[in-house]
């Protein structure tokens, strides 16, 4: 086991990820943050709550949308589905998804198709807290990353929201 974030580096990459973003954004009215359930969410509660922060008088368009049933797996095995939360269009906006953890790819993969069922975007852009850069099954890149790691295939990378960390396995 290896601590890749500990509590201090972990705030400061919410803090710097969240900084990226608005340097990126033009208009935030044309911008909508969707966080990915399950283990997405934690992550992107934070940075938009840091985001709210830093721009205190802008309108925040901010949801959680479900994945369960647009994944390629859904067949092996039996999932319990999340909420998804997305109270306003997409429909021209600007889509910033984010996540955890990329690993294969196949997450954003469902989300992307996901998306389409709430409108036709304007452009998507990936936000992810830990890039695992080897063993992509699919040409999916992150847009803003907090950290990027060189892992092996029987390691796990997993967020501890309780000790507020990220660990290697």
């Known amino acids: 086991m290896k601590v890749i974030l500990d509590k201090p580096q972990l705030n400061i990459t919410l803090l710097r990820l969240a900084h990226q973003l608005l340097e990126n954004i033009d208009d935030l009215e044309q911008v909508v943050f969707i966080g990915l359930q399950p283990r997405g969410i934690f992550v992107s509660n934070k940075i938009v709550e840091i985001i709210k922060q830093l721009s205190p008088k802008q309108k925040i368009q901010y949801g959680i949308l479900d994945i369960t049933f647009y994944r390629d797996d859904v067949?092996?095995?039996?999932?319990?589905?999340?909420?998804?939360?997305?109270?306003?269009?997409?429909?021209?906006?600007?889509?910033?998804?984010?996540?955890?953890?990329?690993?294969?790819?196949?997450?954003?993969?469902?989300?992307?198709?996901?998306?389409?069922?709430?409108?036709?975007?304007?452009?998507?852009?990936?936000?992810?807290?830990?890039?695992?850069?080897?063993?992509?099954?699919?040409?999916?890149?992150?847009?803003?990353?907090?950290?990027?790691?060189?892992?092996?295939?029987?390691?796990?990378?997993?967020v501890n929201w309780d000790k507020e960390e990220v660990v290697l396995y």
Do not use: M, W
């Open 75 to 158: 067949r092996d095995e039996l999932h319990n589905a999340s909420k998804t939360d997305i109270p306003f269009t997409i429909e021209g906006k600007k889509v910033i998804l984010i996540d955890d953890v990329l690993y294969t790819g196949r997450t954003i993969r469902a989300a992307l198709d996901a998306l389409q069922d709430f409108g036709r975007s304007q452009k998507v852009e990936l936000c992810v807290l830990v890039d695992r850069r080897f063993n992509r099954e699919l040409p999916i890149q992150p847009d803003y990353c907090g950290k990027a790691i060189d892992s092996i295939i029987s390691q796990k990378v997993k």
